[in-house]
């Protein structure tokens, strides 16, 4: 009997789908009860007025380990370590020695890639098939395809005898903790600067055993300088007069922050800032795909992700087939221990990042959303967002212009092509976004159209080491990752 | 028979493809090193630079959607244009102060500064993009996009080789722009306007304003729907000032130091660069 649009089979999840507890086990990971700063090659006490915090584990709300807050006098000391090191190692060495090293820490970190993993879902709240899938695998191909530039850089510059810069100040997320000192630190190196690098204050623990790899993979003393703390740290570290160059991820708050206090300076900046990009559906795309790109798009790390998929586009001949996939669809996944394998979305990474997130929900629903979460159970103790749905949204309510930075996706609909592209530009930011059609000629027409930097034609939340990141307008300067993130590393 | 009484010419900015005076009304005298004086121009205002700034939006898809041939053919117009008119800028720039043959020169490189960046409207994309070999099945490539509107600060003694070596890789990357042109050198600036206005360049590309920089600067720099800000004055006040404003949207900032514009460094594709996007698109790769 041939089906009609209303008569189609609806699932069933009655009882199905639990999945029994597979947690991974975290007995082989070795974490110290204290970690110092890492400086010069040592790990260091903070100075006299410096203390430690604690950084804890999202999913429990227990206390991990407790990490250094570097001062300026710590931040000093570690630019100066970092100079040295510069001055008497980094840059009398040849790039094939650098590309050496740098390959040697790629694959320390394939060694203990596992390690790392676990570290990372139980700092951060990401889902472990994330963190060992994606995450790690990430890092350590960013630095084996970086490493591989150090020798060659001539190449990538043609006309020009490429220079390192000096000294670099990098700020990093709590999102993608080793992935983003990845990105930061891998091109520095291959372009023969020298680092001190500050992780999130709630996610330091990756970087922290990320210094203990820096040791074991024999880096000249101060090549490398992880210091720990909070915004205080971070300031210091990009107003310090010794750092020739700053590279910060995080929110285009900060970033205008970090660009105004740069002014007058002839630092080098990449900002790579905030988002909130459309994922475009059109009538004629491969629908149920999409459906997971959509999911993958918002829900990929509980959309802690500048570039996550936050606002849904679909073309109105099939936005309610869109929504009922979708509804249907968000009712799978499982909301819980990041540390399980089956787990879809793990803890929200902070208390402050789950009020801000709610604060967000509150008031998409009371400017007139309408609000759809899915009926998943989460624990009781830790911070959790349930996948949420808005719908009866316009361009002008606050969860349509702003990143909320949560798993929260608000949804709009177009008739025509120009109106979807009027609406995905209609934003300060600009740094990826999605499309979805069987139409080969619509894809390139609509991704030329977007002011967007990374673009996803049916597939999206992708990244690799090859292929250039970073945004237009007031989602940053500057790309990182692909021969376009050295450029950011280099005095040409 | 009588001397002919000469024909005094009226100097104007050039707003979309006009030649308007200022709406302010305001003016400034420009005299010579004697003290003589050479011409009124206008004294731009904030209202006239926001008029320019609209004007340079819309025309900005316009001018990016060019065929990059195009935009080529349109550069090396304006070269042949001003080869044409070599000895009324030769005549210009002599009034303003330098030696016959100093003039000369200048005019000669300003008008080889635009055919070489002519030649580059086709080709940086060319050298600026990639194909990436990403892990996953999927075509990976990133191209250069252009930035948008740029506002360009010319230096104070800058004179046309300045002008012209600012503005050509700007629009050779496809971006539209508000330029404020030195002011001692803002009767051949103004001149240049007619070669832009001869070229076949669209209205709006480029638009350019005469005054002064400490009353324009402050609004070129912080406006929020320009998209970068391309300055050659080192002095640091302004730099300051310049770089605080970037802040307020994320401007990007592109400051070029220069103490002689002749100088064959500032011939490379890295200055178009500048104003240059990637923009990376994923395509799946499958049947």
């Not at chain 1, 902070?350 to 609000?371: C, M, N, P, W, Y």
């Not at chain 1, 977007?450 to 250039?468: C, E, H, M, Q, Y």
């Not at chain 2, 500064?113 to 994309?125: N, S």
């Given at each position: 009997?041939?089906?009609?649009?209303?008569?189609?089979?609806?699932?069933?999840?009655?009882?199905?789908?639990?999945?029994?507890?597979?947690?991974?086990?975290?007995?082989?990971i070795?974490?110290?009860?204290q970690y110092?700063?890492?400086?010069?090659?040592?790990?260091?006490?903070?100075?006299?007025?410096?203390?430690?915090?604690?950084?804890?584990?999202?999913?429990?709300?227990?206390?991990?380990?407790?990490?250094?807050?570097?001062?300026?006098?710590?931040v000093?000391?570690?630019?100066?370590?970092?100079?040295?090191?510069?001055?008497?190692?980094?840059?009398?060495l040849?790039?094939?020695?650098?590309?050496?090293?740098?390959?040697?820490?790629?694959?320390?970190?394939?060694?203990?890639?596992?390690?790392?993993?676990?570290?990372?879902?139980?700092?951060?709240?990401?889902p472990?098939?994330?963190?060992?899938?994606?995450?790690?695998p990430?890092?350590?191909?960013?630095?084996?395809?970086?490493?591989?530039?150090?020798?060659?850089?001539?190449?990538?510059?043609?006309?020009?005898?490429?220079?390192?810069?000096?000294?670099?100040?990098q700020?990093i997320?709590?999102?993608?903790p080793?992935?983003?000192?990845?990105?930061?630190?891998?091109?520095?190196?291959?372009?023969?600067?020298t680092?001190?690098?500050?992780?999130?204050?709630?996610?330091?623990?990756?970087?922290?055993?990320?210094?203990?790899?820096?040791?074991?993979?024999?880096?000249?003393?101060?090549v490398?300088?992880?210091?720990?703390?909070?915004?205080?740290?971070?300031?210091?570290?990009?107003?310090?007069?010794?750092?020739?160059?700053?590279?910060?991820?995080?929110?285009?708050?900060?970033?205008?922050?970090?660009?105004?206090?740069?002014?007058?300076?002839?630092?080098?900046?990449?900002?790579?800032?905030?988002?909130?990009?459309?994922?475009?559906i059109?009538?004629?795309?491969?629908?149920?795909?999409?459906?997971?790109?959509?999911?993958?798009?918002?829900?990929?790390?509980?959309g802690?992700?500048?570039?996550?998929?936050?606002?849904?586009?679909?073309?109105?001949?099939?936005?309610?087939?869109?929504?009922?996939?979708?509804?249907?669809?968000?009712?799978?996944?499982?909301?819980?221990?990041?540390?399980?394998?089956?787990?879809?979305?793990?803890a929200?990474n902070?208390?402050?990042?789950?009020?801000?997130?709610?604060?967000?929900?509150?008031?998409?629903?009371?400017?007139?959303?309408?609000?759809h979460?899915?009926?998943?159970?989460?624990?009781?103790?830790?911070?959790?967002?349930?996948?949420?749905?808005?719908?009866?949204?316009?361009?002008?309510?606050?969860?349509?212009?702003?990143?909320?930075?949560?798993?929260?996706?608000?949804?709009?609909?177009?008739?025509?092509?120009?109106?979807?592209?009027e609406?995905?530009?209609?934003?300060?930011?600009?740094?990826?976004?999605?499309?979805?059609?069987?139409?080969g000629?619509?894809?390139?027409?609509?991704?030329?159209?977007?002011?967007?930097?990374?673009?996803?034609?049916?597939?999206?939340?992708?990244?690799?080491?090859?292929?250039?990141?970073?945004?237009?307008?007031?989602?940053?300067?500057?790309?990182?990752?692909g021969?376009?993130?050295?450029?950011?590393?280099?005095?040409? | 028979?009588?001397?002919?009484?000469?024909?005094?010419k009226?100097?104007?900015?050039?707003?979309?493809?006009?030649?308007?005076?200022?709406?302010?009304?305001?003016?400034?005298?420009l005299?010579?090193?004697?003290?003589?004086?050479?011409?009124?121009?206008?004294?731009?205002?904030?209202?006239?630079?926001?008029?320019?700034?609209?004007?340079?939006?819309?025309?900005?898809?316009?001018?990016?959607?060019?065929?990059?041939?195009?935009?080529?053919?349109?550069?090396?117009?304006?070269?042949?244009i001003?080869?044409?008119?070599?000895?009324?800028?030769?005549?210009?720039?002599?009034?303003?102060g330098?030696?016959?043959?100093?003039a000369?020169?200048?005019?000669?490189?300003?008008?080889d500064?635009?055919?070489?960046?002519?030649?580059?409207?086709?080709?940086?994309?060319q050298?600026?993009?990639?194909?990436?070999?990403?892990?996953?099945?999927?075509?990976?490539?990133?191209?250069?996009?252009?930035?948008?509107?740029?506002?360009?600060?010319?230096?104070?003694?800058?004179?046309?080789?300045?002008?012209?070596?600012?503005?050509?890789?700007?629009?050779?990357?496809?971006?539209?722009?508000?330029?404020?042109?030195?002011?001692?050198?803002?009767?051949?600036?103004?001149?240049?306007?007619e070669?832009?206005?001869?070229?076949?360049?669209?209205?709006?590309?480029i638009?350019?304003?005469?005054?002064?920089?400490?009353e324009?600067?402050s609004?070129?720099?912080?406006?929020?729907?320009?998209?970068?800000?391309?300055?050659?004055?080192?002095?640091?006040?302004?730099?300051?000032?310049?770089?605080?404003n970037?802040?307020?949207?994320?401007?990007?900032?592109?400051?070029?130091?220069?103490?002689?514009?002749?100088?064959?460094?500032?011939?490379?594709?890295?200055?178009?660069?500048?104003?240059?996007?990637?923009?990376?698109?994923?395509?799946?790769v499958?049947?």
């Open positions: 009997m041939a089906r009609t649009k209303t008569d189609q089979p609806k699932l069933n999840f009655d009882g199905l789908w639990d999945y029994d507890p597979a947690p991974e086990s975290s007995d082989a070795s974490i110290k009860d110092d700063l890492f400086i010069g090659g040592e790990f260091v006490a903070p100075s006299k007025e410096g203390r430690y915090f604690d950084t804890i584990n999202p999913s429990t709300e227990e206390r991990i380990a407790s990490v250094a807050e570097a001062t300026t006098q710590d000093d000391i570690a630019v100066k370590s970092a100079r040295k090191a510069y001055d008497k190692y980094w840059s009398k040849t790039g094939k020695d650098r590309a050496k090293y740098i390959f040697r820490i790629a694959r320390l970190i394939q060694e203990r890639a596992r390690e790392f993993a676990i570290i990372e879902s139980m700092d951060g709240g990401k472990i098939r994330e963190s060992r899938d994606v995450d790690i990430l890092v350590a191909a960013h630095f084996f395809y970086n490493a591989g530039w150090a020798d060659k850089l001539q190449y990538a510059f043609p006309g020009r005898q490429p220079k390192p810069l000096g000294v670099a100040g700020i997320p709590w999102n993608f080793l992935l983003m000192l990845a990105w930061k630190i891998a091109p520095a190196l291959a372009g023969g600067n680092v001190v690098l500050k992780p999130a204050e709630t996610t330091p623990l990756t970087a922290l055993k990320f210094a203990e790899l820096i040791q074991d993979a024999d880096l000249p003393p101060g490398v300088n992880i210091v720990t703390g909070a915004g205080a740290t971070g300031s210091a570290l990009v107003n310090h007069p010794d750092v020739n160059k700053v590279a910060f991820t995080g929110s285009t708050n900060v970033g205008r922050i970090i660009q105004k206090s740069l002014a007058g300076t002839d630092k080098k900046y990449t900002l790579e800032l905030g988002g909130k990009a459309a994922n475009i059109f009538e004629d795309a491969a629908i149920d795909q999409a459906v997971e790109g959509i999911v993958n798009g918002i829900f990929f790390n509980q802690h992700v500048c570039c996550a998929g936050s606002r849904l586009l679909v073309q109105e001949g099939v936005a309610d087939e869109v929504y009922r996939k979708l509804t249907d669809r968000i009712e799978t996944l499982v909301v819980g221990d990041p540390l399980d394998k089956n787990t879809d979305i793990g929200i902070s208390k402050a990042q789950l009020d801000r997130i709610s604060t967000f929900i509150e008031k998409g629903i009371a400017e007139g959303g309408e609000v979460q899915s009926s998943c159970s989460v624990p009781d103790k830790g911070y959790w967002c349930k996948p949420t749905l808005f719908k009866n949204v316009s361009q002008s309510h606050s969860i349509v212009q702003n990143e909320i930075f949560g798993p929260v996706l608000a949804i709009q609909t177009f008739r025509t092509p120009a109106e979807a592209v609406k995905a530009n209609n934003t300060p930011y600009g740094l990826s976004g999605g499309v979805w059609t069987d139409k000629s619509k894809i390139f027409k609509i991704t030329s159209k977007l002011r967007a930097g990374v673009i996803w034609a049916n597939t999206f939340n992708k990244f690799d080491p090859t292929s250039p990141f970073g945004g237009y307008k007031e989602s940053g300067v500057g790309r990182e990752g021969l376009h993130g050295l450029l950011p590393y280099i005095k040409l | 028979m009588s001397k002919r009484l000469d024909v005094l009226t100097y104007k900015i050039y707003i979309n493809g006009q030649f308007v005076r200022s709406e302010s009304g305001h003016y400034l005298t005299t010579n090193k004697s003290g003589e004086q050479l011409a009124n121009i206008c004294r731009s205002t904030r209202k006239d630079f926001r008029q320019a700034m609209v004007a340079a939006r819309g025309a900005q898809g316009g001018w990016s959607g060019k065929t990059a041939y195009n935009r080529g053919q349109i550069l090396y117009r304006m070269a042949e001003l080869e044409g008119r070599r000895a009324q800028f030769i005549h210009e720039l002599s009034l303003e330098a030696s016959a043959k100093k000369e020169a200048e005019v000669d490189a300003a008008i500064r635009l055919v070489y960046f002519a030649g580059w409207c086709d080709k940086y994309q050298i600026f993009s990639s194909v990436n070999p990403v892990q996953s099945a999927h075509f990976n490539f990133s191209t250069p996009e252009p930035t948008g509107v740029v506002s360009i600060i010319a230096e104070e003694k800058s004179s046309l080789i300045g002008l012209v070596s600012m503005i050509a890789p700007v629009i050779a990357g496809g971006n539209t722009c508000v330029v404020l042109a030195g002011q001692r050198n803002a009767m051949s600036a103004c001149s240049f306007t070669v832009i206005h001869s070229s076949d360049v669209p209205s709006g590309v638009n350019v304003l005469t005054g002064l920089k400490s324009l600067i609004h070129m720099s912080s406006h929020m729907d320009i998209n970068a800000i391309f300055y050659t004055d080192s002095d640091t006040d302004s730099k300051k000032l310049i770089q605080e970037a802040s307020l949207n994320i401007k990007r900032v592109v400051f070029e130091e220069t103490d002689d514009w002749m100088d064959e460094r500032h011939e490379n594709p890295y200055i178009i660069l500048d104003f240059q996007e990637i923009k990376t698109t994923w395509h799946p499958s049947v």
